[in-house]
């Protein structure tokens, strides 16, 4: 993750809550012209890739073969989206890490990191068939942090295009290829069977 950018996933008030939405209601309107996948480099290093500091963009075929993301009925990113708009914005889903503030997946402009490997899928479902549309909504689903401490943190974000929706949302891989919930982690549902159970929507605020 970026660690230059400010967190900009949990919010601490309703104000704090608004302003989250206002920004995210920035993009509506917007083609996304490009969307890439930033993952770590799992492969970079045996590759003669040895500065881990800088982003490598992925084109060889071997590693397209078998992409590190794809789990078929879904996607799972170790550090999130980006999209570059038709407006020539950058925009990225990524993840606050835990700590006194609470955690969140966070919608905000510029890159996710600064490093890893970078996969352009424009091309890959389901970005592909969405390529001619504006985003009509981006709906953000905030829950309550806790009682005590206050605050609210997102676990998903919801991107409408005039019809479809992309769910994107808090969660990876685990070891028998299923989608799980995670903190660190952003997950693209790809397949129609909706979310997965463990994904709250009884306390949306």
């Known amino acids: ?6 967190p900009l996933g949990f919010a601490s008030d309703a104000t704090a ?15 996304l012209v490009r969307v890439e996948y930033v993952n770590i480099d799992y492969f970079g290093w045996d590759l003669g890739h040895r500065d881990q ?3 490598r963009q992925i084109t060889g075929p071997a590693e397209w073969r078998n992409p590190t993301w794809d789990a078929g009925a879904f996607h799972h990113l170790d550090f999130g989206i980006e999209f570059t708009t038709d407006l020539g914005q950058v925009w990225g889903i990524t993840w606050d890490s835990a700590g006194p503030d609470g955690k969140s997946m966070a ?18 479902e389901p970005w ?11 709906t953000l689903r905030y829950h309550p942090w806790g009682v005590e401490s206050g605050g609210f943190w997102c676990t998903r ?9 992309v769910e994107v949302l808090l969660g990876d891989c685990d070891t028998l290829g299923s989608l ?26």
Request: charged residues 25%.
């Open 1 to 6: 993750m970026n660690q230059h950018r400010p």
């Open 17 to 31: 809550l608004a302003e989250r939405r206002t920004l995210a209601d920035q993009l509506v309107g917007q083609r």
């Open 53 to 55: 500091s800088v982003r």
């Open 107 to 124: 919608l905000r402009p510029g890159r996710v990191s600064d490093a890893g490997a970078v996969w352009d899928v424009t091309q890959a």
């Open 128 to 138: 592909r068939s969405l390529s001619e549309s504006a985003v009509s909504e981006v």
């Open 157 to 165: 974000a919801s991107l409408s295009f005039d019809g479809p929706t």
């Open 180 to 205: 799980s919930a995670s903190a660190d982690n952003i997950a693209v549902i790809v397949s129609p069977a909706g979310l997965p159970g463990w994904e709250r929507t009884d306390d949306l605020v």
